[in-house]
C-alpha cells in the first residue's frame, strides 16, 4: 500500500472544519501540532516589541496514495486556502516506508473487501 503525507498550516479558525472535512475525504487520522508559527508575503505585525501573529497549527495526515487528492483538494476548499489571505497553505509529500499502521491498514483493507467506507468516528 502506498501512501502521501499532506501537511497543513492553518489558524485555530478552521481546524475542527479542516480536520472533519480530512476524515470525510478519507483520511483515517491526524496529527495535530499547535503553537506553530509562519510568515507569509508580508511580515507579521509587531505591537511594543511583540509579535501579535495568531495562532497557528500544523496537521499531518498519512493517507493512502488513492485517497491523496480528495483529501488535499477537500481541506483547500473548507480551509479556504486559496479564497482568503493568511488562511493556511497544504502540500503532499510522497512517502517511502511508513511503520507503525498495521491496524490501519488492516481496517482499510476490510472496507474495501466490504466496500464500506469509515465513518467520521474511525468505526
Same mark, same amino acid.
Given at each position: ?32 501540532? %499547535?503553537?506553530? =508559527?509562519? *510568515? ?9 516589541? !511583540? $509579535? &501579535? ?23 483547500? %476548499?473548507?480551509? =479556504?486556502? *486559496? ?9 503532499? !509529500? $510522497? &512517502? ?28
Amino acid at each position: 500500500m502506498k501512501f502521501k503525507l499532506i501537511i497543513a498550516f492553518l489558524p485555530d479558525a478552521h481546524l475542527e472544519d479542516v480536520l472533519k472535512a480530512a476524515r470525510s475525504a478519507g483520511a483515517t487520522g491526524s496529527t495535530v501540532i %499547535t503553537s506553530a =508559527r509562519g *510568515e507569509g508575503l508580508a511580515p507579521e505585525r509587531k505591537f511594543l516589541g !511583540l $509579535d &501579535v501573529a495568531s495562532h497557528r497549527n500544523l496537521v499531518f495526515w498519512l493517507v493512502e496514495e488513492a485517497v491523496a487528492p480528495t483529501v488535499l483538494r477537500e481541506i483547500s %476548499t473548507v480551509g =479556504r486556502f *486559496e479564497e482568503e489571505r493568511g488562511a493556511g497553505i497544504a502540500c503532499q !509529500l $510522497d &512517502v517511502e516506508e511508513a511503520v507503525g499502521l498495521m491496524r490501519q491498514m488492516q481496517a482499510i483493507e476490510k472496507d474495501r473487501k466490504h466496500g464500506a467506507p469509515r465513518d467520521a468516528s474511525g468505526a
